[in-house]
């Protein structure tokens, strides 16, 4: 078949790593894509959410299958601007429509879903410019630290975790009054969990389910998980504390709860759906959902799956997912993010990168590229996911950053603990 995958980042460059590997792929299209896909499938210069220019190209190309990488097309529709289209009707779009997409595109509508069916997560409260006051009793009600997230999509940069009471409250204002744009119109009080985190992952066809390797990534920028969250910096695949014991738990108390719940609400939900989790003293508590794989989970997690992802994907948008399975490589991987400096504030582009063609031991996804001339250079904060298989994490640690030491780029950047909280 034909697929075309959007987006133009780490994910999607390993998903499209994944999906070139399926015997089922006649054509693999990326678009926009960046450098590196460019160098196992097709690209194209249209935007991820430029649902016209997409179509015509789905047309032109006699695409079969769309598989939606970023969170945004899907928030915005894409999923129903295909389903309105009777030319469309066969076209398989991978990702839930624009009502099943809030589960991402609002952390209150996450929250009250989670309220509904049951699924443990923290206590919480809805604020906006209303009922600031309300909000301010809600901090001072809780222990610190305080945790605030933008209602809206912000890049994954909208969540703020504050000791000091002042200062939490001061944020609340600034966040209502624009911190994230549009994204921090309402914003979500949370407790805090004190735990350590993970991410689960599953392919849903609305009802039936298949779980995929668990990981866990790394959200600050400074060593010690300190500093500023990012869009994360690094992740490894399988997480050590996810036991048999703990596995159960979460599919029992979490996944299966919230796949009833989407097939009870009727949601056409067709695609991948992302845990967060926080594992505290042994119970799984759901910190939130993506509709789409983690960033940069799926660089680790994509390494991991022996199963033909394109075989399950089919599987899923035909509503025929129930007695599948999938296969794991038993060895484990792991993922570094290089990054531009000064990221996640303020950082410049356009740096050339040498020695991508001297890694040899990794894979080397394209997270922030792009060609300048014969260069490929800097295009973003994440720059490149270098991940690696090994007998362990640590192994596969060891050779991602062996890898990222062929790597540079002025003002290149990356964290050299991950994974110690782990040992």
């Known amino acids: ?69 970023p969170e945004d097309p899907l928030v915005k529709g894409i999923v129903d601007y295909f389903a309105s289209k009777p030319e469309f009707a066969e076209l398989m779009v991978i990702g839930p429509d624009k009502f099943s997409a809030q589960l991402e595109g609002s952390k209150e509508f996450a929250k009250k879903f989670m309220m509904k069916y049951g699924i443990p997560t923290a206590g919480f409260l809805s604020v906006t410019s209303e009922n600031i006051s309300e909000g301010e009793r809600f901090l001072e009600s809780v222990n610190p630290p305080y945790v605030l997230k933008a209602d809206g999509l912000a890049a994954g940069k909208g969540v703020l975790i504050i000791d000091n009471i002042d200062e939490a409250k001061r944020e609340l204002r600034n966040i209502l009054g624009g911190k994230f744009g549009n994204a921090g119109n309402k914003v979500v009080l949370e407790q805090y969990l004190d735990g350590i985190e993970c991410s689960v992952f599953a392919i849903t066809d609305g009802s039936s389910y298949v779980l995929l390797p668990e990981a866990k990534d790394y959200k600050r920028i400074g060593e010690g998980n300190t500093g500023l969250n990012t869009g994360g910096m690094g992740s490894v695949s399988p997480v050590p504390f996810y036991n048999d014991e703990f596995a159960k738990k979460v599919e029992e108390r979490i996944v299966k709860p919230t796949i009833d719940g989407i097939n009870a609400e009727g949601m056409d939900y067709r695609g991948f759906v992302f845990f967060g989790l926080m594992n505290v003293d042994g119970n799984p508590y759901v910190i939130e959902y993506n509709v789409r794989m983690g960033d940069p989970e799926t660089e680790s997690v994509m390494l991991r799956i022996k199963s033909d992802l394109v075989e399950l994907l089919e599987a899923a948008a035909k509503r025929k997912l129930s007695g599948m399975t999938v296969e794991f490589d038993v060895r484990s991987a792991a993922t570094v993010m290089m990054v531009s400096g000064g990221y996640p504030e303020a950082y410049e582009k356009g740096k050339v990168i040498r020695g991508l063609d001297a890694v040899k031991s990794s894979v080397c996804f394209h997270a922030g590229t792009k060609m300048s001339g014969d260069d490929v250079v800097t295009s973003g904060g994440r720059v490149i996911a270098l991940s690696s298989y090994g007998d362990t994490i640590f192994d596969a640690l060891k050779t991602s950053y062996a890898s990222a030491g062929c790597i540079s780029f002025d003002k290149c950047y990356y964290r050299t603990d991950l994974g110690s909280d782990l040992k």
């Open 1 to 69: 078949m034909n697929i075309l995958v959007l987006g133009s980042g780490g994910r999607e460059h390993a998903l499209t790593w994944k999906i070139a590997s399926s015997p089922k792929v006649e054509k693999l299209y990326v678009a926009p894509g960046n450098p590196g896909t460019s160098t196992i499938a097709e690209n194209v210069a249209i935007k991820a959410d430029d649902f016209d220019a997409i179509a015509d190209f789905v047309r032109k190309a006699n695409i079969n299958m769309v598989v939606v990488g």
